[in-house]
């Protein structure tokens, strides 16, 4: 059955990282365009950052610089590395392939706070 499943979130203080994790059970993420993509209760999901299958990357203006997208194959595992990190990034994340109509996961809450 495919699944995706996101992990890594947690609590940090601004200016930390956290390193989000998204493990693809039942497909391959091989040569898949993969993105993550973020959504607070009641607002539109905004997407992040896009790795393409032949491994380009693209990031949103307001995370630029400060993440940084990549895939593990041989785990079947998608990253998202987070860096000064601001009380706005403070939503769940969710990773999703954005030209396959696969099933979301139940994402990962990332909370940005002193």
């Known amino acids: 059955q495919l699944q995706l499943a996101e992990s890594g979130g947690g609590l940090v203080q601004p200016g930390g990282s956290l390193r989000l994790s998204c493990t693809v059970t039942g497909s391959t993420v091989s040569g898949v365009s993969m993105a993550w993509y973020r959504q607070t209760l009641g607002k539109e999901r905004e997407l992040v950052a896009t790795i393409f299958g032949g491994g380009n990357t693209n990031y949103v203006d307001a995370m630029k610089g400060r993440v940084t997208i990549s895939t593990d194959t041989a785990k079947n595992t998608v990253y998202l590395q987070m860096n000064s990190l601001k009380p706005e990034d403070t939503t769940v994340y969710f990773c999703?392939?954005?030209?396959?109509?696969?099933?979301w996961g139940r994402g990962t809450q990332v909370t940005v706070s002193s």
């Open positions: 999703h392939p954005p030209f396959r109509p696969w099933p």
